[in-house]
């Protein structure tokens, strides 16, 4: 049953983009086969941020156990699925469209979005923050909007006469819209910019509604989720909001970079969820972080390379904190692939456990099948 | 346009396949593509001027601007569209400066259509 809130549901995703060492974000820092197989690439003990008396958070991720310590993080530890791909394309595929067997072009937040809004009256029932519309977000005839930069978001916005800027525009309209069926390449162009032009007319008031005390750190991850508080908080409907932060895949230069992509995603979310709650916006919004893959389980002397089983995040007000799952385990026997982190969920469970009991959607068609589920919001 | 050079998302590169262009980037092509012709007063875009000699009928406007930026085929629709600024804006006379000053603007607006267009972002 679909956890109540007085206003619609509102579902955001955070894409970790390269795949997330998780044995180094939610470290078992008591465990001595931790730090027998991280020899090079471990957090010392007296570094870690402990959340209980086995696992701790990386030094980085500060603001992140803040939230944590307030009850509002759901730890999804061991999420993966059977027989991992570790390309982070075919990974990334794989978790986006929920056919780890076969290739598809539809994506799960595609059929979400459309369930949510069926007549695509809304094209701003789902924005992606950032460049590239992820394939999660894709589904033929559902319109979604991306934007890369909110502030300028909107066609022909160097031609600043207006009823210069409204005659190009109404070309472009005439250009882009009487096309299709032209061929799958241009009839995707038409649909692209026809939706650019719906959105950024009902999108515009976002930056102007918009204040707050919360100054974000000055980071992409920052300004993205920053841009979603924006459009949140405009209240224009939309119910998944989606981004990412790239550059996780960090081989050898894990030690000096992953660190730094935790201080920019823990203050990020800390600071977006500060700025939820001084708009009084916060009781309805849910947060997913994820990544393809995590890495393996003894690092190669300089870095890791990609592995299988990793760990999410349900971050939120709704959420009801803690550890979910069962952390997997480090005895050799239970390495996956001989390497890696064995899966201890799936995330098309958790992808179910979002549609079912947060968004009120029925989860077998859009994740493929039945997948076990977790409890990870509180009852009202 | 978020391909930064030298840095794509992973050691695999750049996705394949529809990514190269959504709304956003769209918008960022479309955008950065029209403020290249921001500026009549500049040396490419004088270039371009010359090239139009003394006279550009409505009729040839179009065309010959398509010619000049790419050359761009473009649709039947396409061109029906920009043919309905062209008419709007009628004949250009370019003989004096001070007629290739007072059109400029006409032309340039000519040209920032057809790099909107769906032709010249795919080719």
């Known amino acids: 049953m679909a956890t109540t809130t007085k206003k619609d549901p509102v579902f955001v995703v955070v894409q970790l983009s390269g795949g997330n060492d998780f044995m180094n974000t939610v470290i078992p820092y008591t465990n001595p086969l931790y730090y027998d197989n991280r020899t090079f690439l471990n957090i010392p003990e007296e570094d870690v941020l402990p959340l209980d008396s086995t696992l701790g958070w990386h030094p980085e991720m ?33 978790w986006h469209t929920c056919t780890p067997d076969e290739v598809s072009t539809v994506g799960w937040l595609g059929n979400t979005i459309e369930q949510l809004d069926p007549t695509g009256e809304n094209p701003l029932t789902g924005i992606n923050f950032g460049v590239g519309l992820p394939k999660a977000m894709t589904k033929a005839g559902v ?65 102007e509604r918009y204040e707050s005390t919360v100054e974000y750190a000055d980071s992409p991850i920052g300004k ?126 958790i992808y179910g456990t979002v549609l079912e009991q947060w968004l009120g959607l029925e989860a077998a068609p859009i994740v493929q099948g039945t997948f076990e589920q977790i409890n990870p919001f509180k009852t009202n | 346009m978020g391909q930064a050079l030298m840095n794509p998302p992973t050691v695999e590169g750049w996705h394949t396949g529809s990514e190269w262009i959504d709304g956003g980037t769209l918008n960022e092509r479309v955008n950065f593509a029209v403020n290249q012709f921001d500026d009549v007063s500049t040396p490419g875009f004088k270039d371009i001027l ?74």
Not at chain 1, 74 to 93: C, E, L, T, W
Not at chain 1, 230 to 240: E, K, N, P
Not at chain 1, 255 to 260: E, I, K, S
């Open chain 1, 224 to 349: 993205s989720l920053r841009d979603v508080a924006r459009v949140h908080s405009a209240d224009l409907g939309t119910r998944i909001f989606y981004t990412q932060q790239g550059g996780y895949d960090t081989h050898a230069n894990q030690l000096p970079t992953q660190p730094g992509l935790f201080k920019d995603l823990a203050r990020a979310v800390n600071d977006f969820f500060a700025d939820l709650e001084e708009h009084d916006a916060d009781d309805n919004v849910i947060m997913l972080i994820f990544s393809e893959f995590g890495r393996r389980i003894a690092d190669n002397g300089s870095g890791t390379d990609h592995g299988s089983g990793g760990g999410a995040f349900l971050v939120g007000k709704p959420v009801d904190g803690g550890l979910y799952c069962e952390y997997p385990s480090l005895e050799r026997d239970r390495w996956a692939k001989g390497e890696d982190l064995e899966h201890t969920i799936d995330y098309r469970g």
């Open chain 1, 62 to 94: 500060g603001p992140f156990k803040e939230l944590y310590d307030r009850g509002m993080v759901a730890i999804v530890q061991g999420i993966g699925y059977p027989d991992s791909n570790r390309s982070h394309f075919r990974g990334m595929d794989i």
């Open chain 1, 143 to 207: 319109p979604v909007t991306s934007v890369s930069n909110l502030d300028n978001y909107g066609l022909m916005s160097g031609i600043t006469a207006e009823d210069q800027k409204d005659e190009a525009l109404q070309i472009f309209k005439n250009m882009y819209g009487q096309a299709v069926g032209t061929g799958p390449v241009m009839d995707y162009l038409s649909r692209t910019g026809n939706d650019v032009l719906t959105g950024a007319d009902i999108i515009k008031v976002a930056p």
């Open chain 2, 50 to 123: 010359s090239r139009l000699g003394d006279q550009v009928k409505s009729d040839d406007l179009v065309g010959r601007c398509l010619d000049l930026i790419g050359p761009i085929e473009v649709g039947n629709e396409t061109h029906a569209a920009l043919s309905s600024y062209a008419d709007a804006v009628g004949d250009l006379d370019l003989s004096t400066d001070q007629a290739r000053t007072e059109n400029a603007v006409k032309i340039a607006r000519m040209i920032q259509l057809i790099v909107s267009t769906r032709e010249y972002q795919f080719a």
